[in-house]
């Protein structure tokens, strides 16, 4: 079993957070297929928070086919995160620090480059969602 | 509601119980005494004789205890008014305790009527029961003084405790309601009770039924002396004691039934007793028949030809009414507890704060 | 969608002046919504409205169907906790159960007991000895055992110690989950609320001056930070609630229906307290002044 807490200076909007949150324990492998979610009432309990959010967040992780709801019973992971391979993670790697280079020699600072990625990595996001 | 009100006041209702069971007791013991002296002082005194000596001997009995009481059995009603009618609805104001009751599933009047109808009920079982004990204990001393009907005495006793211990509740609770604050909605409730009961009293209890007039001889007055007055020396009486009835107020007529003036009084003084008329116009005034300083054989002879022409005549209330009064008057202040009460419900389900 | 509370150009009058005034608002079931507002602004007036400790001046306002009030069974759908969370300072814990109890037709025994235990309140003892918090549990419990649909409180946390404030809230969360009621619940904390809300409504000086969902008043709402010159530029659907401007500069927030494309523009989200505020800041003192009710439905 997973505790969740909220950090309501994030500026991240609570249910996000709790998605965010089930979705880290998966890929560290603390929630694993099978394993059940904290009921809505033991959440509630003890962020005081809205029960509606958690219900949000955790339809949210059944649309993304992460979880599924067993009506009377609680919410069960159906499907593991695995973390990406560490082998991926050096190309990656590279293509980020060629990207960046370019992005300063076309004279962008600090702030515009953090900008421009948050920007396109929200849409993207959102359109994985939608 | 009636348990809920049950266990709200129960604390108060075990101290009053506990008073009253002290009090029934002390009553008792207190009365038995009373009782056996007087049934072999007394009431062993052979009729015709002059038992005086032994009534005067009674009287002095408990004098303190007996005005005590008396007064206990005049404060109770305006006491209950002020501690249970005051604060039954401004206590639930003052501490915000309204916003919690009147929210719970039952109508604001049905939460009042009960309150009210319990602590109206304990009221009057309170004020039957002292009026009841006092009553009976007091007895002997009515029997012997014969004015159980004159005021002060008629408050103490008989059932009209009940209805000044009705009014006062009911004053207490409206003051209590309209100003929501418990202080001073007692001092109200004590300040007014005292206004009415006074009022009632002394202006309206004389009128209850048109009193009765009879001629009774000079003598019959209280108090019989001269003095000087503005139309020159006349004589000066209270009203005579007529037994077991109500003697309100009295005037000295001449035979044909005309109110004697105090110029007619002093004309006729100055004709038939010279010698007291220069008596007090030498500044000795004479009050009283056994009080005559300079000579009684004079003052005496004064007094007899005066009643020779002048007799009085007693406004009076007859003893044969003593229960109609008490009844009537329970009646009047219970009825005006009822409309006050009637007052408490509308006023209470206006909300407007 | 059913409503738990309506009020149509509801109003409450104290003499010459208006506590509440042209009040419309359309509370939707099944959501916490938070009342929020400074000090004297009518929140009080209009939940006592709502429970019928109040009649209205001008207006009407229904409440579950219902005029408040109008009947016992009415009194047993809303539960109601005053500022203050009075209490019988005398009575003990458990004389305030029996209270409830003999009160109320609906009253269910378990939930009371259960939660007393859960809040390891001594029932002999008397409700004046109770501690901020406990008495603000003992209220609650007293609202919610009855099983009402819904749920008034009046600042319940106002006075608390965070701790208490918190274990409140956490009760509170507890039984919207368990029960399904919905809940008003007024404070002058936004930051209580961004947590434990979905609802949102705006009351100052009097006035409604904003409502809608939580999530969707912060989606339509931005901070624009840019040129003063920018002004002319933005589109006219636009709404400002507030504007702050330096010789230069200006600092907007405001009500969006369209992305703002300019770049001269910085755009940003905005918290709810923020946003609380800027609403908070606009005073109409003339009611026909007043830009038109904000509504944001789901």
Redesign the interface.
Same mark, same amino acid.
């Given at each position: 079993m997973i505790e969740f807490h909220l950090d309501s200076r994030s500026g991240v909007s609570p249910y996000l957070q709790i998605v965010h949150q089930v979705r880290h324990a998966l890929r560290l492998g603390l929630l694993r297929e099978g394993d059940q979610l904290p009921t809505v009432k033991d959440v509630v309990s003890s962020l005081a928070i809205n029960p509606n959010t958690v219900l949000k967040a955790y339809k949210e992780l059944e649309h993304g086919g992460l979880v599924a709801a067993r009506p009377g019973v609680g919410t069960f992971v159906t499907k593991g995160l695995t973390s990406a391979p560490l082998v991926a993670l050096g190309p990656l790697r590279q293509d980020l620090q060629r990207w960046l280079a370019k992005a300063r020699r076309a004279g962008l600072d600090d702030e515009s480059i953090e900008a421009l990625f948050i920007d396109c990595f929200r849409s993207d996001s959102e359109e994985d969602v939608a | 509601m009636i348990r809920l009100t049950l266990v709200q006041f129960r604390l108060q209702a075990i101290i009053v119980a506990g008073i009253l069971v002290l009090a029934a007791i002390l009553f008792a013991i207190s009365g038995q005494h009373l009782y056996h002296l007087y049934n072999t002082t007394v009431a062993a005194c052979p009729a015709g004789s002059d038992c005086s000596a032994a009534k005067d001997a009674f009287l002095n009995n408990h004098v303190i205890l007996r005005q005590l009481l008396g007064l206990l059995l005049l404060l109770a009603p305006a006491l209950l008014g002020i501690f249970w009618g005051a604060p039954l609805v401004a206590r639930e104001y003052e501490s915000g305790t309204f916003r919690l009751a009147w929210t719970q599933s039952i109508s604001r009047g049905r939460w009042l009527l009960t309150r009210v109808a319990l602590l109206g009920l304990a009221s009057v079982i309170v004020a039957a029961a002292l009026s009841l004990l006092f009553t009976w204990w007091s007895g002997p001393f009515v029997r012997i003084t014969a004015d159980r009907f004159n005021p002060g005495n008629f408050d103490e006793r008989g059932v009209v405790a009940i209805g000044y211990a009705l009014f006062a509740f009911a004053l207490g609770l409206t003051f209590g309601v309209v100003i929501r604050r418990t202080l001073p909605a007692m001092a109200l409730t004590l300040a007014s009770f005292l206004a009415v009961r006074l009022a009632f009293t002394f202006l309206l209890r004389p009128h209850l039924m048109a009193p009765h007039q009879a001629s009774m001889p000079l003598q019959s007055g209280e108090g019989l002396g001269f003095s000087p007055s503005a139309s020159g020396i006349t004589f000066s009486l209270g009203t005579p004691n007529i037994d077991n009835a109500w003697a309100i107020s009295s005037k000295v007529v001449d035979s044909a039934g005309h109110t004697a003036s105090n110029s007619a009084l002093h004309a006729f003084m100055v004709n038939a007793c010279p010698a007291i008329v220069s008596a007090v116009g030498s500044g000795q005034s004479t009050q009283g028949v056994n009080h005559a300083p300079a000579d009684p054989t004079v003052f005496h002879d004064c007094i007899l030809k005066l009643a020779q022409n002048y007799h009085l005549v007693v406004s009076y209330q007859p003893a044969s009414r003593y229960w109609t009064f008490q009844w009537t008057e329970m009646g009047i202040y219970a009825g005006l507890s009822l409309l006050l009460a009637g007052f408490c419900y509308w006023w209470v389900r206006r909300r407007i704060a | 969608m059913t409503a738990v509370l309506t009020a149509n150009g509801l109003g409450k009058r104290?003499g010459r002046r208006w506590a509440l005034e042209n009040c419309t608002l359309e509370i939707p079931a099944g959501?916490?919504v938070g009342l929020v507002g400074p000090n004297g602004a009518g929140k009080t007036t209009l939940m006592?409205l709502a429970?019928?400790? *109040?009649?209205p001046t001008t207006g009407s306002i229904e409440v579950l169907g219902g005029r408040p /009030?109008e009947?016992?069974?009415q009194?047993?759908r809303?539960?109601?906790v005053?500022?203050?969370t009075?209490?019988?300072?005398?009575?003990s814990v458990a004389?305030h159960l029996?209270?409830?109890d003999? *009160?109320?037709?609906?009253w269910d025994q378990q939930v009371a007991d259960r939660r007393i235990d859960q809040l390891g309140l001594d029932r002999s003892q008397k409700a004046g000895k109770l501690s901020g918090g406990q008495r603000a549990q003992l /209220?609650l419990t *007293?609202a919610i055992a009855?099983r009402p649909e819904l749920l008034i409180l009046d600042e319940p946390v106002a006075s608390l110690d965070p701790l208490a404030r918190?274990e409140f *809230?956490?009760?509170?969360?507890?039984v919207? /989950?368990?029960q399904q009621v919905s809940v008003v619940l007024s404070s002058h904390l936004v930051?209580d609320l961004?947590?434990?809300?979905?609802y949102l409504v705006v009351l100052v000086a009097s006035h409604v001056q904003l409502t809608g969902g939580i999530?969707n008043l912060?989606a339509a709402h931005v901070r624009l930070t840019g040129p003063r010159s920018g002004l002319e530029t933005l589109p006219p659907s636009l709404q400002i609630i507030e504007a702050s401007h330096t010789d230069r500069q200006s600092t907007l927030i405001a009500r969006v229906d369209e992305p703002i494309l300019d770049p001269a523009w910085l755009v940003e989200?905005i918290?709810l307290e923020d946003l609380v505020l800027a609403y908070m800041r606009q005073i109409q003192p003339d009611a026909s002044a007043r830009p038109h009710l904000v509504e944001a439905h789901r």
């Open positions: - | - | 104290y959501q916490v006592h429970v019928g400790l *109040l009649t /009030a009947s016992p069974a009194l047993g809303v539960g109601f005053a500022q203050e009075p209490v019988y300072e005398s009575m004389d029996r209270f409830g003999w *009160l109320n037709p609906t /209220a *007293l009855k918190r *809230l956490q009760s509170l969360m507890e919207v /989950a368990e930051s961004e947590r434990v809300c979905d999530e912060l989200r918290n």
